[in-house]
Nanobody, 124 residues
């Protein structure tokens, strides 16, 4: 059974930074494509960033390009999301997701495993 546990969320002022972590267990982490999604109240769950199995391939939503960076440490079975220059519109619950496939998908339905989410709130 794959388990994903996010951490690092919190309240931050606009322009600030946060680093989210997602620790994985239960299956060989290096064979999983990982992604971060976010969901604001009353809205759909949206793709934020994804990373290939070796870390050599990354993909970002247009809204976060140049501000967010996804990375992974396969030795630690952890994926990170460094978020800089945060804006109030980044406020959401952030979810870590995994799929055991070579393709970084941007649609939530393609991911088999999810964490419980961590709240990020950006004040203006």
């Amino acid at each position: 059974q794959v388990r994903l546990v996010e951490s690092g969320g919190g309240l931050v002022q606009g322009g600030g930074s946060l680093r989210l972590s997602c620790a994985a267990s239960g299956r060989t982490f290096s064979t999983a494509t990982m992604a971060w999604f976010r969901q604001a109240p009353g809205k759909e769950r949206d793709f934020v960033a994804g990373i290939g199995r070796s870390g050599g391939s990354t993909h970002y939503a247009d809204s976060v390009k140049g501000r967010f960076t996804i990375s992974r440490d396969n030795a630690q079975s952890t994926v990170y999301l460094q978020m800089n220059t945060l804006k109030p519109e980044d406020t959401a619950t952030y979810y870590c997701a995994a799929r055991y496939n070579v393709v970084v998908a941007t649609t939530p339905a393609w991911y088999d495993h999810w964490g419980q989410g961590t709240q990020v709130t950006v004040s203006s």
